[in-house]
């Protein structure tokens, strides 16, 4: 499979750095080396797993003191011959160092290239191979540890016991099949349906786990709504925690829509804060109105708030009927200064769903917010908590192919309550089979390996 070109990328960000990392691999990469790197010896006398250092030169000039690491086929990162340039991380330093590797005969790098070719000498799987690109891309600890778990090969090792429990209940169907009854081990219908449940209960146990996954990996909207003056802009800030919206005790003082970023028990969360929801007052405030309202249709999740000073509005009312169908949390705002109105008398009257969580608050001294903040991720968190023995999916590729294997299962298992549909049985087994082996890479279309690689940045 070895590729007979040599790549060279900068592996590092292009700009000012205390290190920048040329990175070489292929069949010369060594002699590349040599040709721009001098020290008291050649590379291609080295030892693989050695650091040398010396100069990268241009003819008689030198550019930079630096180490370079070998790496000898097949104990690298890519399967490849591979020598590591670490030089100051100026970006002329590395850019005149890539120059250099090109005119002695690498060439460019494409994004992922590194990865790919690691993936097609067999180092990693595909499922591995991606989660490089999602660990250099995780925003929270909880993602960061899902992908280094992948990339270390938790998901391949749990489908690849799938796929040899499936493979072998399929070769002992097949058998049933083709042979005479005495030729073969007997598979009981009893034992296929079985086999078929346990294969169908571990890839669903799996599948379920997506979405978490997702939501870890893209986050989720949530939006505030409420009447004006409720309290919106100050609970705005103090999920922040930090101020940014313009707070006033006029009511109707936001009149745009407003949107940032924070993390919610590591789920990045996107806040926009509206104007009230109202529908009289002037035009600027019905421009900002009408910005709340597509972002409510954007959201996942609206944060209704109320104002736990005063009774129930006509207001609060229309606001709580335009959030028909959305995921809701409810904030009893100004929760400091409740009067006579308990949960209860606030919460009753609104034509909301009745799981729909109820929270107190106080923008000003930030009480109830933590709990808000985690209230928000947990009403679109509809998994348990993380089960010990299976992985967390990640990646949306591997969800879909996922979900396709467990559909053909299911239809095995309704085909294998009727002795009619045998033939039909093992293709649906042998197509759930074909999508588990292309989570893993076995079987993908240059097509699909060129997408999933040409995502990732050059140099990975
Ligand atoms: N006592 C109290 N006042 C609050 C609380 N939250 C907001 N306010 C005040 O209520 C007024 C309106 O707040 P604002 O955030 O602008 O409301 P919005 O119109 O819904 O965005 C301001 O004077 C805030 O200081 C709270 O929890 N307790
Ligand atoms: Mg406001």
């Not at 016991?161 to 030729?183: I, P, S, W, Y």
């Not at 207001?315 to 709580?320: I, P």
């Not at 904030?331 to 209860?344: C, I, M, P, Q, V």
């Not at 009727?418 to 588990?436: V, W």
Request: hydrophobic letters at 40%.
């Amino acid at each position: 499979m070895s590729s007979d070109d040599t790549i060279a990328a900068v592996a590092t960000p292009l700009g000012p750095g205390g290190l920048g990392v040329v990175r070489l691999s292929g069949p010369d990469a060594i002699a590349v080396a040599d040709k721009i790197f001098r020290s008291t010896r050649p590379l291609s006398e080295a030892l693989s797993h050695t650091v040398h250092h010396g100069t990268v030169r241009d003819g008689d000039t030198a550019l930079d003191d630096v180490l370079a690491s070998v790496f000898r086929s097949p104990r690298s990162y890519t399967g490849e011959d591979t020598v590591e340039i670490s030089c100051h991380g100026g970006p002329f330093v590395v850019k005149s160092v890539l120059t250099l590797c090109f005119r002695a005969g690498a060439r460019p790098a494409e994004p992922g290239e590194f990865s790919k070719r690691a993936f097609l000498n067999g180092k990693l799987d595909l499922a591995q191979a991606e989660a490089v690109g999602e660990l250099i891309a995780a925003h929270s600890e909880s993602f960061r540890r899902l992908a280094m778990e992948q990339m270390q090969g938790r998901l391949s090792v749990y489908l690849k016991d799938l796929r040899r429990r499936l493979v072998d209940l399929l070769a002992l169907l097949e058998a049933n099949l083709d042979f005479a009854e005495d030729e073969v081990p007997d598979l009981s219908k009893d034992d296929l349906r079985a086999g078929l449940d346990r294969l169908l209960q571990e890839g669903t146990a799996l599948l379920h786990t997506a979405s978490r996954g997702r939501l870890l990996r893209d986050g989720l909207r949530a939006v505030l709504v409420g009447s004006p003056n409720v309290g919106k802009s100050s609970l705005f800030n103090a999920l922040l925690g930090h101020d940014r919206a313009i707070v006033t005790e006029v009511p109707g003082t936001t009149r745009d829509t407003l949107e940032e970023r924070f993390l919610a028990d590591d789920v990045p969360v996107t806040v926009t804060d509206t104007a009230g929801l109202r529908t009289e007052t002037d035009r600027v405030e019905g421009a900002g109105i009408a910005r709340a309202k597509r972002a409510l249709e954007q959201a996942d999740v609206a944060l209704f708030v109320l104002d736990a000073s005063r009774p129930l509005s006509e207001e609060d009312r229309a606001v709580a009927a335009l959030l028909d169908g959305k995921k809701i949390v409810l904030a009893l705002n100004k929760w400091d200064r409740a009067g006579k109105e308990t949960a209860h008398h606030l919460r009753a009257p609104l034509p909301l769903p009745p799981k729909t969580p109820c929270l107190k608050t106080c923008a000003l001294d930030g009480r109830g917010v933590n709990e808000l903040r985690r209230e928000l991720v947990r009403v679109m968190d509809d998994r348990s908590p993380e089960t010990a023995d299976v992985p967390t999916l990640i990646n949306l590729r591997h969800a879909e192919l996922l979900n396709d294997a467990v559909n053909h299962l299911k239809a095995a298992r309704r085909s294998a309550e009727s002795s009619l549909h045998e033939e039909c049985l093992a293709i649906d087994m042998r197509l759930a089979l074909g999508g588990l082996n292309q989570i893993t890479g076995e079987g993908v279309h240059d097509e699909i390996l060129d997408a999933i690689f040409s995502k990732f940045c050059v140099g990975k």
